[in-house]
Structure formats: structure tokens, C-alpha cells
């Protein structure tokens, strides 16, 4: 799963300027239903989550608020009901500058509160109408979210990605075409120059296609590789969709797409297991993110309870 970060000209994280306890809901939500509730993640109710609630801003700069229920407490602040109805999540998603700046903002939340309490991190653009009706998520699933929470519990997400990249495998046999032995200098040129410029094409359209078929094959030998060289050190793993288009990062189409459950004093193993993985392998990429917070080992609710 590809997980947008906050850059250096914008950042979600900023030091809260309203005087307003963190546990009370906002002036605009008591006064009309024009706002509406954003949850960001569920965590164990306590100081951690308090002081990350105080220090936060969330979408359209609103504060961060504790709605609490029992022993659980989830991260929540205030947006318009107007944009963040199906409707105008609709338009918002067709829109990638709002869906990135919406992304940007959620994950800052959540990986903010992850670094000083285990949180679980909800679906982007889960909302509530009103603070009630998180406090009832969070009476009707507790049991569910309080295991979860014990589960995932000195732990973190790791992404791996695999590439395949077709273009990079033919440059890197070009070169070994023309390699010392591949004829005797001064020799006459092979008789290709006496193939019609047709069959010339359809020789090209062949060797193109051949190695197209041996990065693929290639990327997905790297890509069980992965999953036996972690089978040790991770405790679960997810399959993503791999992404496509803009989504994607890097050269060559990514064919695999998996986060792993990773205990945390465990990481730099999960990283020494990988080193050199897609070495001397041409047109095969790996890519390793995170450690995140486990976005994808985190089940939200399964109504989401929008307007």
C-alpha cells in the first residue's frame, strides 16, 4: 500500500492553537449539523492519546478532539458535512491534489499518535454525523478493537513492493551483446544486414516480447523469494492490489504488493533478510517502506456510518 507522507511545504502536524478541551466537540458541531465527525485512529484511552490529541491539527486545520467510551479512545475532529458526504467525497476523490492534501493529513494524524501509543488506524474518510454516534462505535465494538490493539501491540507495518521493468532488462542485455567474445574485432558484421527491414521488425518485436516475459517471470521469483526470506520474522502479511498509474512509484509496472506484520525490535532483520534480494537480477526493482503504523492489520468498523 503506497503511503503518502507529509513534505517539507506542507505538513498536517502543527501545535494547536485553540484553547478548547481536547474532549469536547467543536463550537460548529454543537451549533448545527453542517459538521460532521472524522475519525483518524482508535487507541487505548490514556495520556499518550491525550497529549497527541493537544498537539495536532487535522483536515482544514481543525483541531483534534478524544471522544472516549470505556478504555477506548479515538482521534476525531470536525470537517463539513457538505464535503464529506458520498457525494463531496465523491468530487474530493476524482480531485488528486484534494484526495493527496486529505492522505497527506490523515496519515500525519495517525503516524503522530502511533509514535507515543499503538493506534489503530481507520479507512481514509470514515466519518460519523456526530461525536454520539462514534462513542457507539466504540461501545459496539470494543471487545473487537481492544483485541486488535493487544494483537498488533509492539508492532509495525513494512511494505514491500517488486517491479518489473522490461526496458531495464533489454538495456541490460545490450551491452551484453556486444561483449568481448561475442565476435573477433575487425570481423565482418553478422549477415542481419541482409534481413528485409520486415523480418528485421518482427526479429525486434520477438526479442522485445521475450524479454518482457523473463523480467516478468524474473519479478515474480523475487517476489516469493521475499515472502520465504521473512517467513521468520513476520508475523502476518497482507496482499495488496499492486498500483498503477500515478499510484505507483518509480520506473516498470509493480506486479507485487504486500505489507508485512513486523515486530519492532525486529525491523533491521526484516531489512538484512531482503539485502541484495533483486542484485544482478536485470529489470527487477524492490522497494521497502515504513515502518508505518499497521494500516493494513487494522479492521475499521464495519458500518461507517456516513451522512
Known sequence: MNRPTPGAEETAVSPRTLGRPADQPSEQQESDRSWIS??????????????????????????????????????????????FSAEGMKAQLEDLTELERIARTHHAVVEA?????MVLPMRLATVYLDDARVRSMLDERG????????????????????????RAAAAAEAPAAGAPGSAAPGSPAPAASAVS???????????????????????????????????????????????????????????????YLVPTDRIGEF????????DGVPGVRVEITGPWAPYSFATPPAESGNP
Open 113 to 117: 499518535a502511533y509514535a507515543g501509543a
Open 38 to 83: 472524522y475519525v483518524y485512529a482508535i487507541g487505548r484511552t490514556g495520556p499518550a492519546l491525550d497529549a497527541s490529541a493537544r498537539q495536532l491539527t487535522g483536515l482544514r486545520d481543525g483541531p483534534l478532539r478524544m471522544v472516549t467510551a470505556g478504555l477506548l479512545t479515538a482521534l476525531v475532529s470536525s470537517v463539513p458535512a457538505d464535503a
Open 197 to 259: 527491414p520486415g523480418r528485421a521488425y518482427l526479429q525486434q518485436r520477438r526479442a522485445q516480447r521475450r524479454t518482457h516475459r523473463e523480467a516478468y517471470r524474473a519479478a515474480g521469483a523475487v517476489a516469493a523469494d521475499v515472502r520465504v526470506r521473512v517467513a521468520d520474522v513476520a508475523r502476518d502479511m497482507v496482499a495488496h492490489r499492486p498500483q498503477q498509474g500515478e499510484l505507483a512509484s518509480g520506473t516498470g509496472e509493480n506486479i507485487a504488493n504486500e505489507a
Open 271 to 278: 531489512h538484512r533478510a531482503l539485502k541484495g534480494l533483486a
Open 143 to 166: 471487545t473487537e478493537f481492544d483485541a486488535l490493539l493487544s494483537r498488533l501491540e509492539g508492532h509495525a507495518e513494512v511494505g514491500v513492493k517488486v517491479y518489473a521493468d522490461a
